[in-house]
């Protein structure tokens, strides 16, 4: 049954980037909001969104909570649509004038005193830039990401991502791990996203309530003595973003390596509330990210 489900969604998406690729970038990203607008809600997810941003943002007004809602799926079908044009994204820098990047001088000390750094953010506006501008920038950087079931759709994304995001792809996981490693002993620095829920993570605070919460940043960080470097991205107006480099910092090491772990994950948890706090609608809260 799922072999067919799946199969009915790759032929979907596909005729849909099919149109997207017809109609040009700002149309097909203005298509993708009314897509993502009007079907968005329709998912179960959509009772979780509204959980979550309780969870995140306490009692808010329901115009406030459906500009939130509204904003989020717009932000989704935006980037859905916008996976058909990655090549323009990374190659056609003249007619792509697409986005600002501020804090480029920590980009610019990292190249060259060749640091290996950990670069984290979580799912805003169209998150898959973060790691297509990195490698742009001149960083040699590999990007963790999470294999999607849809085994018939999952190839082309791959392909999507090695060819033009970043050629240096890692697959979430044990196997990747040892992938994570190599890479760092060999002078890259790692990309990833901090917001999801993870399984086998421990519950920290996050908005005051424990979530499970991946701790490869930090125990690479302490492994690696690796700074971290907090990442946030902002659509700006349709295609135009806004990433910004923060001041990268280094862990604080005690000798107590769990502890130590502990603290650090839970200040990512903080930096990455601030970051959602400062901008509800491009979030994606539909994650079970407190389940």
Known sequence: MKTIKYFFEFISIISLFCIFKIIGLRNASNLGSIIGKNFGPLFRSNNITKK????????ID????????NGMWSNIGRTFAEYTYLKDFKFNKTNFPHIEIKGTKYLDEIKKNNESVIFYSGHFANFELMAMELDKFGIKCAAIYRPLNNFFLNPLMEYLRMKYICPNQIPKGRMGMREIIDKLKNGYSVALMVDQRVSEGPRELFFNKPAHTTTIPAQLALKYDCKLVPISLERKENVKFLLNIHEPYNVKKTGDNKNDSKNITIKINQ?????????????????????
């Open 52 to 59: 979550n941003i309780k969870i995140g943002l306490g009692e």
């Open 62 to 69: 329901k115009v406030k909570e459906e500009e939130i809602i």
């Open 271 to 291: 930096i990455l509330e601030r970051m959602i706090t400062e901008n509800p609608k491009q979030w994606i809260w539909s994650h079970n990210r407190w389940k």
